[in-house]
């Protein structure tokens, strides 16, 4: 899978979380989460859930932790695609 | 440490079914604070309401925290709450009326806990209603200097959210502090601070919405 496939995906991850979908529509690797996208903190579980259901990984707590923006995102899961492969 | 962490938890925005999934409640409680549940006190306490209750009081850990350490992560379960306490004849209300305040929790129905994160241990005092759950964190036991506030808010979009829980923290400094012109803003960390004048006014605060609710905490001393 490579980053730009990642990336179309967590669009429809993060799409249920967001009210700013013109700024979902758009973007990139430093996209804040919070930030930008407005995502309350409280919706970061359900993310880093449906990440691991949509890519069948496992996402622990160190790295859950690196998930700042949409690049340490993808970072992750790419990461943890290698390893389950 | 002198700073201020709150956190507030809409409950009609949280999935239960979700919640009560072990794959969920795991990311956010260690198998320690699980058992916490199983202490008497709790029976009167739905399961889901447990999990985000220690979601918010950690949450607001990491707010206090922060302020002072901007590289601090927020790994819940590196946030330990390893004592937590039902208040005496606990029962679950409505929260009632459009928004309340209050210093202190002196003869209110609060959840007090102790949470260790490294070697910081830190306080925190909990209000839950049927609609929202609300922590407030301090450095001490002792919340008589901890201000805080409470509304309900008609849009939920996070641009309104934020400027009405700033609009409301404001008309509570401006009345405690007898003063006009105070400012909030926030750093490029996100830590919220208080201008007047320009000038830092020297009171930590923390802000906090979740859906139809926010909220916000300060200390009145140092």
């Not at chain 1, 989460?33 to 496992?58: F, H, P, Q």
């Not at chain 1, 700042?68 to 992750?76: A, E, L």
């Not at chain 2, 601090?72 to 709450?81: E, G, W």
């Not at chain 2, 830190?122 to 301090?138: A, G, K, P, Q």
Request: proline share 3%; charged share 25%.
């Amino acid at each position: 899978m490579t980053r730009t496939e990642v990336l179309d995906e967590l669009k429809k991850v993060f799409a249920p979380y967001t009210t700013n979908k013109e700024m979902l529509a758009s973007i990139n690797d430093d996209t804040d989460l919070i930030r930008d996208l407005k995502i309350n903190s409280a919706n970061l579980v359900d993310i880093i859930i449906d990440a691991e259901a949509k890519y069948d990984i496992e996402i622990d707590y160190d790295s859950a932790d690196k998930i700042i923006n949409v690049g340490t995102c993808i970072d992750v899961i790419m990461e943890k695609l290698t390893q389950e492969k | 440490m002198i700073s201020a962490g709150n956190d507030i938890i809409s409950l009609s925005a949280i999935d239960i079914t979700r919640t009560n999934q072990q794959k969920f409640y795991s990311k956010i409680l260690s198998p320690e604070e699980k058992e916490i549940y199983n202490q008497p006190g709790f029976t009167s306490v739905p399961f889901e309401n447990f999990v985000w209750l220690l979601w918010s009081i950690k949450e607001a850990a990491y707010k206090y925290l922060k302020r002072h350490n901007p590289g601090v992560a927020f790994i819940p379960v590196k946030f330990v709450v390893t004592e937590l306490h039902v208040p005496n004849d606990y029962s679950l209300t409505s929260f009632g009326g459009k928004q309340t305040e209050g210093t202190g929790f002196v003869n209110m129905p609060v959840f007090k806990g102790i949470i260790k994160v490294g070697d910081d241990t830190i306080y925190s005092n909990s209000l839950i209603y049927r609609e929202l759950i609300f922590s407030t964190v301090n450095g001490d036991d002792d919340f008589e200097n901890i201000n805080w506030g409470i509304k309900i808010i008609d849009r939920v979009d996070a641009e309104y959210q934020s400027a009405v829980v700033r609009a409301f923290l404001i008309d509570r400094l401006q009345r405690f502090f007898n003063v006009d012109g105070i400012v909030i803003d926030k750093n490029t960390g996100g830590i919220p601070f208080v201008l007047k004048g320009g000038a830092e006014f020297g009171v930590v605060v923390s802000l906090s919405h979740h859906e139809e609710f926010v909220g916000y905490s300060f200390r009145s001393q140092s």
